[in-house]
């Protein structure tokens, strides 16, 4: 199951949404490489709640499992996907660059992670 973040966050953008962008309630179908490979390219709104950054931001799921390297796969047992995220657009000076990441059911909604 994912974690319940409770909807509140006190920077970042609200998980109501971004302006030019409509909020997704149902979890995309990630059980098939095929249904996986069509959220390649999607841009996301992804929670953080760490020393990295606190809050929602967008980024963009730029690749899958495949761009870990083998270190990278053991010890992100969890992360599936590659989520690219871009100073100028979140405006923490940390959270920049390729960030692995859990996109699944268990994480996914309002009140978790994606």
């Not at 409770?6 to 109501?16: D, K, N, Q, V």
């Not at 495949?66 to 959270?95: H, I």
Request: with cysteine; glycine share 14%.
């Amino acid at each position: 199951g994912g974690r319940d973040r409770g909807g509140a966050f006190a920077l970042g953008i609200a998980p109501s949404g971004v302006a030019g962008y409509r909020i997704v309630t149902k979890c995309p179908a990630l059980e098939s490489a095929q249904q996986r490979e069509l959220l390649i390219g999607k841009t996301i709104l992804h929670a953080f709640d760490d020393c990295t950054a606190r809050g929602w931001f967008v980024g963009k799921v730029i690749g899958g499992r495949d761009m870990f390297n083998q270190k990278e796969r053991r010890e992100l047992a969890d992360a599936q996907f590659v989520v690219e995220y871009k100073r100028s657009e979140t405006g923490v000076k940390r959270l920049h660059g390729k960030v692995a990441s859990d996109l699944s059911e268990g994480t996914f909604g309002g009140k978790n992670w994606w």
